[in-house]
């Protein structure tokens, strides 16, 4: 490109490339170096006004700010000042808002919004003509009619270019015109040479000046300045996207518009597709202050409480009072590890509308994020396939575009039943999705949308409505029947496994060891709903097995899922929920979307995880399955820290988060130089020190990152997608190939954060690329489970994954939909629910005995300090189980022996007593207030607590002890989930296990212990009746504790099982000679003699 010698200037960040003459009379001046004044609010120049003066926008304080600050702060900030907080007037050239004081003047913008002469102009065209008319303000040669709105005259009756110049970052590129270059040529200058059309007139074209101040020269104004037209690109922008808002929203002419309609006053608020997606509501200060009070007063009340406890001793009872001691400091210690992360409680606000005006413009695709969703299932038997596809229809019903949707089932135990329940499954859904969109039911998954107990006419005004939903569900029984008869001829294999209806012998008959295995059922061409629509994405896995290799079992699966869905579909989001976890709000996917694609805190969000909802769980929930308090209390606390834990399923997740790549750092602003004070001043060496210092740390930061950075994605130019890489990106192939495995195609997906496959990629090539993906010997010797995916080496693999990303940065999000996004089901009998407890258990004892133990993993990276209490909390209170357990039975050894933990007890301990539990009632009715839960969901988790704590969390911990430091594996127990056989059919369901032996002898030694204290009173006459009130008290507080399992172990029958009965008259036996041995009834000193009265000579 021939420059002519004259000086070629550029922006990098403002992507502009300018040429500037070197004529010294047409120099381009800048504002800056008139004025001498910058806006302190965003750094541009501070402009010039018709009448030569600088730009005022306060007359109170002066503070410079520009006028697009200042028009800005006055049409969405809070009006005012930004110093002096006085409220701004409105200027002449300024539109009007809210608030505005009545003016009887008539300035030049009293028909700013008058469109009626732009009948047959597209948004384009009126945009154009908006930004000159919004240029010319003030410059009456061309403004040729009474609204005051530019108009091309004959001869400026070009068409007005809008083209979005490219990118050249400072050089020219050979393939780029130069008709498509950002340059840019003074206006007045008659010798240069306009490379790009402006939407103004043009230069050679003989015009009269058209100057502010005729004394002045016009190009000391800013025209044809980088600063003044990226203003201008910026403006055009806003009014082009506020008349697709107005079209968008217009009534029934088919967008047909007058003047009358844009003379809107509230038209600049309109502009709300660029609002946030979302906010945060922080707890009312009337509830949340007084919570952090009474902590406060609790941790006081703990340290006397201690203070008394240490410095009185109990002698002829030390061993019991040393140990009760010891157990109550370490439940003070839990408490605090608890109760710590809730401090800073937030509840979140989405904005869906705000989501569809900027993300889904009429006329226009949808610009949503793909999402690719996970469905992981392993045994049939246990996970019944009616529940399966239940969550598989959900899904494909969901609220959102077809073509960004695609669902992915793993099928771990290579199941033919599950193959072929998902294959009825695809040929129901061409039916289902339809009637669900048309008529806009909820929930979308059939089973329990026809189970509804409501007035399912509810809102529905369809004429066909009740004619179709009986059509539709008679199709569902008719699909139950075929589902019930799948599952009834799987009940019995055959000799020689399962055959395909071609022959063919099912690949999956060895579950052990069996081939890969991908079935693509819908999103492919010809297979569409039975209106013709496009149907999403629906897709059978199966991960290849082979004897000899470490599978990592659900970990595994799911880390199988992401390389599988990385190849075939790529989406930039994922969102994993068990087989049993439907969607029971269509619109959960776009409340996920508020957050992650939020322009403004979207980035740093690793992923949004929603709470857990049940269905069939009794009115009283006997065993806290709901879990409530977790749920709706230490959930939002989290959420206010750096976000809530990762709980297994009903979570969106970003997929460069999952690939172990650090969280983007936000550039902190340029710091102030101090120039006040001399050279030799010490605090100016101390903070020169200091920033040297920050620099090295910030250096070795640097490097760690180095290996994690993220790789940028592809930009949009010309139409075409290429790779844009940055320094990260010069990773070499090797590296990449050690981290992610030996797949290029996998390998490029990852280098894409927004997503997407080649247009013109090969789907059969695909698929064999899928294959190899999940082969059993594709982690080896890569960071799969280590630093990629979902991290192997717990049981518990939620929670470790989480932690790793809070690790590197990420903060995660917590979303409560008024309407529940997702619903499960749960275990409802005892025996059940203890061994899903017994699991959870168990994978935190293998963390807090792993390297990712947070008690020393992780420091120097991006977890904040009570997001760390949290972690730990989560990791060790299984060990809370052995001073449990001595506590729980320190009643029944107390009403037996006659002893006591505590001293005989003064004033001044009766108030520390009193005021002790006072606290912990008050700490929890706060809780509830901000919480919004009930006292008996706050009754039935401490109740659980004491249940799980002496039993499943036992157990726990010997097994993780043994699995670690023996080698002792246990086997993975699949939680049961219960099919529809009946209301709460399962909740008095017996099912005889270990874990009911150390609960059961609690329950049995404290009855016990009651009973022989209130003989052992009634033996011992009035006196001994006061000390027995503490030691009763202490033992009817285990007992109601543990009320919960006792109705558990009788169930619904009307005698005790005989196991039970065999156990409690073994027990009894015990105790019964222990209290032989003790002999309450007899004096610690021998008989007491004493001395007839009578003469009996």
């Not at 844009?262 to 509830?287: A, F, H, N, T, V």
């Not at 059919?985 to 009973?1011: A, E, M, Q, R």
């Not at 409690?1064 to 019964?1072: A, H, K, Q, W």
Request: neutral net charge.
């Amino acid at each position: 490109m021939n420059t002519g010698g004259r000086l070629i200037a550029g922006s990098h960040n403002r992507n502009e490339f300018v040429l500037i003459n070197a004529d010294e009379t047409a120099r381009i001046r800048s504002v800056q170096e008139l004025s001498g004044q910058v806006c302190h609010i965003c750094g541009d120049e501070i402009e010039i006004t018709v009448d030569g003066e600088i730009f005022v926008a306060c007359n109170e304080c002066a503070f410079p700010v520009c006028r697009t600050c200042y028009e800005y702060e006055r049409r969405e900030g809070n009006q005012a000042c930004p110093q002096c907080k006085t409220r701004y007037k409105r200027l002449k050239g300024s539109p009007r808002v809210d608030g505005d004081e009545e003016e009887d003047d008539v300035d030049d913008l009293e028909h700013e919004f008058d469109y009626r002469d732009f009948d047959g102009l597209g948004p384009e065209q009126v945009a154009e003509a908006l930004l000159a008319a919004r240029l010319n303000t003030g410059r009456g040669s061309h403004l040729n009619n009474a609204s005051g709105v530019y108009v091309q005259s004959e001869h400026n009756a070009s068409p007005v270019d809008s083209t979005i110049p490219l990118l050249t970052y400072h050089n020219e590129d050979v393939d780029i015109t130069s008709d498509d270059h950002a340059l840019v040529v003074s206006p007045r200058s008659s010798n240069g040479n306009r490379v790009h059309p402006m939407p103004f007139p043009d230069p050679s074209t003989p015009l009269p000046p058209r100057s502010m101040v005729p004394q002045k020269d016009i190009a000391v104004y800013g025209y044809g300045s980088v600063a003044w037209k990226d203003r201008m690109e910026e403006w055009k922008r806003r009014q082009s996207d506020r008349l697709q808002v107005v079209k968008h929203e217009g009534g029934s002419d088919g967008g047909n518009y007058d003047g009358n309609e844009l003379d809107d006053p509230d038209l600049p608020i309109m502009d709300e597709g660029r609002q946030p997606l979302s906010r945060k509501l922080p707890i009312p200060s009337s509830k949340i202050n007084p919570y952090r009070l009474v902590i406060v007063i609790r941790l006081v009340i703990l340290g006397l409480f201690f203070h008394y406890r240490i410095l009185h001793p109990v002698k002829d009872a030390f061993g019991l009072w040393l140990t009760s001691v010891i157990c109550e400091i370490w439940f003070a210690l839990s408490w605090i590890l608890d109760q710590f992360p809730k401090l800073y409680p937030i509840e979140r606000e989405t904005y869906l509308d705000r989501l569809s005006l900027r993300y889904e413009k009429e006329g226009k695709p949808s610009e949503l994020a793909s999402i690719d969703v996970f469905v992981s299932t392993v045994d049939p038997l246990k996970e019944p396939p009616l529940i399966t596809a239940n969550t598989v229809l959900s899904i494909l019903a969901v609220d959102y575009p077809v073509d960004k949707v695609a669902c992915y089932v793993s099928d771990d135990g290579a199941a033919m039943l599950t193959f072929e329940a998902l294959s009825e499954t695809s040929e129901f859904a061409r039916k289902w999705v339809p009637f669900c969109k048309k008529f806009n039911i909820e929930p979308r998954a059939p089973e329990w949308y026809f189970s509804q107990k409501i007035d399912y006419l509810k809102n529905k005004v369809h004429p066909s409505f009740v004619r179709e939903r009986r059509a539709m569900k008679r199709d569902y029984e008719e699909f139950k029947v075929r589902i019930n008869g799948l599952v009834s001829t799987a009940q019995k294999v055959p000799e020689d496994g399962w055959t395909m209806q071609d022959g063919t012998p099912w690949p999956g008959n060895n579950v052990r060891d069996h081939p890969g295995m991908i079935q693509v059922f819908l999103g492919q061409s010809g297979v569409r709903d039975v209106e013709g629509d496009e149907l999403p994405r629906l897709v059978y896995v199966s991960r290849e097995k082979r004897p000899g290799f470490d599978h990592h079992k659900k970990a595994g699966a799911m880390n199988a899922l992401i390389r599988v869905s990385a190849v075939l579909s790529n989406a930039p989001y994922m969102l994993n929920v068990d087989c049993d976890h439907y969607i029971n709000n269509s619109k959960a996917l776009r409340e996920a979307m508020c957050f992650m694609m939020d322009p403004t805190s979207g980035k740093k969000v690793c992923y949004v995880q929603f709470p857990q909802r049940f269905d069939g769980i009794d009115r009283h929930d006997r065993y806290s399955n709901r879990n409530v308090v977790f749920f709706d209390i230490n959930m939002k606390g989290l959420d206010g820290l750096q976000g809530p834990i990762y709980v297994g399923t009903g979570c969106v997740f970003r997929r460069q988060a999952l690939y172990g790549y650090d969280a983007p750092i936000k550039k902190k602003p340029p710091g102030k130089t101090c120039n006040c004070w001399p050279r030799w001043c010490c605090l100016c060496c101390g903070s020169r020190k200091k920033t040297k210092s920050s620099a090295k740390k910030n250096k070795k930061k640097t490097k760690g990152r180095e290996t994690s950075n993220q790789v940028h994605a592809l930009e949009n130019i010309e139409g075409q997608k290429e790779l844009i890489t940055n320094k990260s990106s010069e990773t070499p192939q090797t590296k990449l190939e050690k981290k992610f495995g030996q797949s290029p195609v996998f390998i490029a997906s990852a280098r894409l954060e927004e997503g997407g496959v080649p247009r013109d990629a090969n789907p059969a090539a695909l698929l064999r690329e899928a294959i190899q993906v999940i082969s059993c010997g594709y982690e080896d010797k890569t960071e799969w489970g280590k630093e990629v995916g979902w991290i192997y080496g717990s049981v518990t693999e939620d929670i470790l994954t989480g932690f790793k990303m809070h690790c590197h940065g990420w903060r995660s999000v917590y979303c409560m939909p008024k309407r529940p996004a997702f619903k499960g089901s749960a275990p409802i009998n005892l025996s059940d629910r203890l061994h899903q407890v017994l699991r959870w258990a168990l994978g935190s004892v293998e963390i807090l005995l792993s390297r990712h133990c947070p008690l020393w993993y992780g420091y120097g990276g991006g977890l904040k300090s009570l997001e760390r209490f949290s972690y730990i909390n989560s990791v060790i209170y299984p060990l809370t189980s052995i001073p449990l357990l001595a506590y729980c039975t320190l009643p029944a050894i107390c009403l037996l022996t006659g002893k006591f933990i505590v001293p005989q007890i003064s004033n001044y301990a009766s108030i520390l007593f009193m005021l002790l539990f006072v606290s912990i009632a008050a700490t929890s009715l706060f809780e509830m207030q901000w919480g919004g839960v009930g006292l008996d969901d706050i009754w039935r988790n401490e109740q659980f607590w004491v249940i799980g704590g002496v039993s499943s969390h036992l157990f726990a911990l010997f097994q993780g002890l043994l699995k670690v430091l023996a080698g002792v594996n246990t086997n993975f127990t699949v939680t049961s989930k219960a099919a529809d056989d009946g209301e709460f059919s399962d909740l008095y369901l017996f099912k005889w296990t270990s874990l009911l032996i150390p609960p059961t002898t609690l329950l049995i030694i404290n009855i016990v212990g009651v009973v022989v204290g209130i003989s052992n009173a009634i033996n011992n006459g009035y006196d001994s009746w006061g000390p027995l009130f503490g030691r009763l008290f202490f033992a009817i507080w285990v007992i109601v504790h543990l009320y919960p399992f006792l109705k558990g172990l009788l169930g619904k029958q009307d005698r005790m099982p005989t196991i039970i009965l065999v156990w409690s008259i073994l027990l009894s036996s015990i105790l019964t000679l222990l209290w032989v041995r003790v002999n309450p009834f007899v004096s610690r000193d021998g008989p007491v003699l004493e001395v007839c009265g009578l003469n009996c000579d």
